[in-house]
């Protein structure tokens, strides 16, 4: 990974976690940086970055302090989603972390190339979100139908 692809995924990181950067600032710059893909895990308290060409760094992430709940509580996931989406002015991207760790995730995938999140617990239960920009006009957010149980 080239110097300008790790500094601008460091500062992602960084800037998201102390609330510089919103969800779509941040795939913005990946994006324009070549990142396809990245994974936070809430156990280890990393997220790795991807580029096509299989290169990847991984980056230490802020501790959540819970680990994540046994029970993969979707619609507990989805609203802390919504309010994520929201950007309201009490929102931060570590009370995101808290809540949806509290709500069994254990981490997410994000596929830039894919325009969606996946979100996964610690019995591999996924919840799938499309990024809002992916969806035609109108639609209305997904229910919880949209989420996948293996």
Do not use: W
Not at 14 to 21: F, I, T
Not at 66 to 95: C, K, L, M, V
Not at 107 to 123: D, E, K, M, N
């Amino acid at each position: 990974m080239d110097a300008k692809a790790q500094a601008a995924v460091i500062e992602c990181s960084r800037a998201s976690e102390e609330g510089r950067m919103s969800f779509p600032q941040v795939v913005a710059t990946l994006a324009a940086a070549g990142v396809e893909s990245y994974v936070a895990d809430f156990r280890r308290s990393t997220k790795t970055y991807y580029l096509p060409d299989g290169e990847s760094l991984e980056v230490a992430a802020e501790k959540v302090a819970a680990q994540p709940a046994r029970a993969f509580d979707i619609p507990t996931i989805q609203a802390a989603i919504r309010e994520a989406q929201a950007n309201g002015p009490d929102y931060t991207y570590r009370s995101f972390c808290e809540k949806v760790v509290r709500a069994g995730c254990a981490g997410y995938i994000v596929s830039i190339l894919g325009r969606r999140a996946v979100y996964f617990g610690r019995t591999a239960e996924t919840h799938v979100e499309m990024f809002p920009s992916t969806r035609p006009a109108g639609e209305p957010l997904p229910a919880q139908g949209k989420s996948e149980r293996a």
